[in-house]
């Protein structure tokens, strides 16, 4: 069966500080990748999405940045965070072609 | 670009029917689906449609009109369980990768 992680569960970062979101995949193999991240009550943003290693799509500017080094492994990162990227950041794969999309649990990150 | 529109906040009666309606914009569409998202949880699907239509899943329905760019997602015997928040999303499918999600809908049960 398939299972998607994602850590920390909670992170706690200063302004300015640097951030590393890690989601793996395991079961699954050519999945597509998506990071959203939505603010308390309200939708989900579709912040990047990937059809394969090292292909990337951006769908809002910002300083956040995404990165697929392996096929399962999906990075998100900011260099320098700002109090408006907190939010519940949620990882997300479906199959190739398909429509299901299967969510990890999310990290909670406050910026202070 | 590609927008959707479902209302905030809805209210029923435990074992009564709620219809939550969603509309959408889109440059290509490639299908509607539904999601449940509880308090502090991450969303999980409930159906797809490609095709207009009723889809059938226990007591979830979920209707589409592709001229109309409407569908809606359709609760029957409401269970105080079912008190969470439903988003609908288009894309996905074998024709397009990105999913975009709806603001959601807050459904509060009342017993």
């Known amino acids: 069966s398939q299972t998607i992680h994602q850590w920390p569960a909670t992170l706690v970062q200063p302004v300015g500080s640097p951030l590393s979101l890690e989601c793996t995949v395991e079961?699954?193999?050519?999945?597509?990748l998506y990071w959203y991240r939505q603010a308390a009550g309200r939708g989900l943003q579709l912040l990047f999405y990937?059809?394969?290693?090292?292909?990337i799509s951006s769908e809002v500017p910002q300083n956040l940045s995404a990165s697929r080094p392996q096929d399962r492994q999906f990075i998100l990162s900011s260099k320098k965070l700002l109090l408006s990227d907190s939010g519940f950041y949620l990882c997300?794969?479906?199959?190739?072609?398909?429509?299901?999309?299967?969510f990890g649990p999310g990290t909670r990150l406050t910026v202070l | 670009g590609q927008s959707l529109e479902q209302p905030s906040e809805v209210t029923a009666v435990e074992g009564a029917i709620v219809q939550i309606n969603c509309t959408y914009q889109t440059s290509g569409f490639y299908g509607l689906s539904w999601y449940q998202q509880h308090d502090g949880g991450a969303p999980t699907f409930l159906s797809y449609?490609?095709?207009?239509g009723l889809e059938e899943t226990g007591r979830f329905s979920s209707f589409l009109s592709r001229s109309d760019s409407y569908g809606y997602l359709l609760l029957q015997e409401l269970q105080m369980k079912d008190s969470a928040s439903y988003f609908c999303?288009?894309?996905?499918?074998?024709?397009?990768?990105?999913?975009?999600f709806g603001s959601g809908t807050r459904l509060s049960i009342r017993p």
């Open positions: 999303a288009v894309g996905g499918g074998s024709s397009a990768s990105k999913i975009i």
């Open positions: 079961g699954t193999s050519n999945p597509n």
């Open positions: 990937s059809v394969g290693i090292g292909q």
């Open positions: 997300a794969w479906t199959r190739r072609g398909g429509n299901e999309q299967f």
């Open positions: 449609n490609a095709l207009d």
